[in-house]
């Protein structure tokens, strides 16, 4: 069984840091897309970021040169660092995967395409 579990949400303030862990399991096949998104109250859900097996990232407009994606293949373990933080960026978080070649984004990911999905961490940034 796949699973994946989010960590390191909290609550900052505007300008600061977290780093967001996702740690994936039960995952067999060799190449992956890897996705993280986030949905504030009465919004949809949005990509944030993304990587593949390849190392090649992706970042939704909102989000470049503050978030960086990142992963430690080893310990299969994908990150979010989070800088520069404004009070839009709260909301909670989701991990995600797919078996894919690659991602191919251009910007942010498409969560309809992830099957497997974490249970989400919440992240607030009070201005």
Known sequence: EVQLVESGGGSV???GSLLL????????YSNYCMGWFR???GKEREGVASI???????????VKVRFTISQDNA???RYLQMNSLKPED????YCAQDPADACGYPSDPDPA???YW?????????S
Do not use: L
């Open 75 to 77: 310990k299969n373990i």
């Open 21 to 28: 862990s996702c740690t994936v399991s039960g995952y067999t």
């Open 39 to 41: 949905q504030a109250p």
């Open 118 to 126: 974490g249970q989400g961490t919440q992240v607030t940034v009070s």
């Open 13 to 15: 303030q505007a300008g």
């Open 52 to 62: 593949d097996s390849e190392v090649t990232a992706s970042y939704a407009d909102s």
């Open 90 to 93: 709260t909301a909670v978080y």
């Open 113 to 115: 395409e992830f099957g």
